[in-house]
């Protein structure tokens, strides 16, 4: 049986304004007919941005599921710039537009959302280690250059990163103009199996991966979680 709904698939900030905060889903478009996205930061209400993309990759990976969606769905929420300034709670809702009916689908704290701010917008595929070497795959995009370091408890290890591109990942951020080779493929030389971290950057932004010793044995690949902040 087929369902009329919104399906979330990431919330984040935007990798082009770091004050819009975007809600990213897909849904058929007779369930959002007639149907908005309404946002308030304590009692303020917020400016919300419909956008609407017709892809083929959304209702192929959709129809693979039973589920009849035709649209993806981008709601761009523009935060105030002292908006980390306050003790507040974000909150979403679809409302109706003729009831005027409100469905909370998303809260969040301000600490929280500074959190999120302060990352980078990535994603670890895998992690493996073979022999000396250490390697890790994935993809990360910002405005800015993104740097990814290894290091062995403080210490800094040699690290070779070379991008490639990564069109599925690209396709999600549709507000990135510039952005191209996103995909990495990070490998590092340990001398001898330690706990590491991962520190993905950009001049203004860092997010930090740990990965246990205890979960890497040789030649074993550990497929890591996707860090972008998503609703349940």
């Known amino acids: ?56 990759t959304i209702k192929a990976r959709y129809a693979s599921r039973d589920k009849e969606v035709n649209k993806g769905y981008f709601f761009v929420i523009n935060l105030p710039e002292d908006y980390a300034s306050k003790i507040a709670v974000l909150e979403v809702h679809i ?15 301000t600490d929280r959302l500074k959190k999120m701010q302060n990352d980078v917008n990535f994603c670890i595929d ?13 993809w990360a995009i910002d405005s800015e250059t993104v740097t990814i370091e290894v290091y062995a408890g403080k210490k800094k290890l040699d690290t070779d990163v070379s991008w490639h591109s990564r069109g599925d990942a690209l396709s999600q951020f549709h507000e990135s103009e510039t952005a191209s080779n996103i995909g990495f493929m990070a490998k590092a030389i340990v001398p001898k199996k330690s706990n590491l971290t991962l520190i993905i950057s950009t001049p203004q932004k860092k997010s930090i991966v740990k990965v246990s010793a205890r979960g890497l044995s ?12 998503k609703a349940l």
């Open 1 to 56: 049986m087929l369902e009329d709904r919104f399906y979330f698939e990431q919330i984040r900030f935007s990798v082009e304004n770091s004050y819009d905060f975007i809600i990213q889903g897909c849904a058929n478009d007779r369930y959002m007919e007639g149907r908005t996205i309404t946002a308030k930061l304590g009692d303020e209400e917020l400016q919300v941005t419909k956008k609407v993309y017709d892809e083929d």
């Open 218 to 229: 040789n030649g074993k690949t550990i497929v890591k979680k996707n860090y972008i902040h």
């Open 95 to 109: 409302e109706d537009i003729e009831t005027n009916e409100k469905i909370s689908i998303y809260k969040c704290k």
């Open 126 to 138: 895998s992690v493996m280690q073979q022999a000396d070497s250490f390697f890790a795959k994935g």
